[in-house]
């Protein structure tokens, strides 16, 4: 999954980039389910609102369109993210108010990234589970593995394109505030690769 940037986590962008690879930014949930960038692409993340219910799921299957990443922005040079595969399918569930309370993404995903200096290019799959959850109204948190992280030059840590492969695990939080979403990496195990090292130019 992606994680992108969440703000679109249209659920990875950030992934699984949880718009995350992975958004937001998910790609965008500032996850992917992915990716991370908070974007999970192709499900728009709505404000929590108070009260009771636990209704659903709801399908959907989220679109991640291509993006491309100045120099600085993610990684030192300028990237090009797609994804050549994409089968995803999210479940949401949402409150008596119609706001999420809880997410999951699955499915055949790969993420393609390429050195737009260089012209060197990775294909990734990530097509693992990730879990979105909503305990505050503006700040939801990817969990999973087999996603892609992708955090910005403002997020915490900054600058990196994380591959959550099989036998690791991340837990992203992304929070939304004046337009602007914020990743931070809450906890990360095992070996994941970062794509900005692997793409650098020798």
Known sequence: MRFRS???????TLGAAVGV???ADAHPIPFKPFHTNATTSGHTVKRAATGGGFNGPVISRPDYPPEDY???EVCPFPVHVDDPVNKVTIEEWT?????PVYDVGYGPLNIRVRN???????????SGNANFSYPDPTSPILTGNEIAV???KGDNPPNHL??????DYAAIRAVHADGHTTKTLLYLSGHPEDLCKTLAPR
């Open 95 to 99: 409150n008596d108010a119609g706001q």
């Open 6 to 12: 969440i703000a679109a986590v249209t659920i990875v």
């Open 162 to 167: 994380y591959i959550i492969g099989k036998r």
């Open 70 to 72: 100045a120099a600085g």
């Open 150 to 152: 992708t955090l910005h």
């Open 21 to 23: 690879a992975g958004t």
């Open 116 to 126: 737009n200096w260089t012209g060197k290019t990775v294909v990734r799959w990530i």
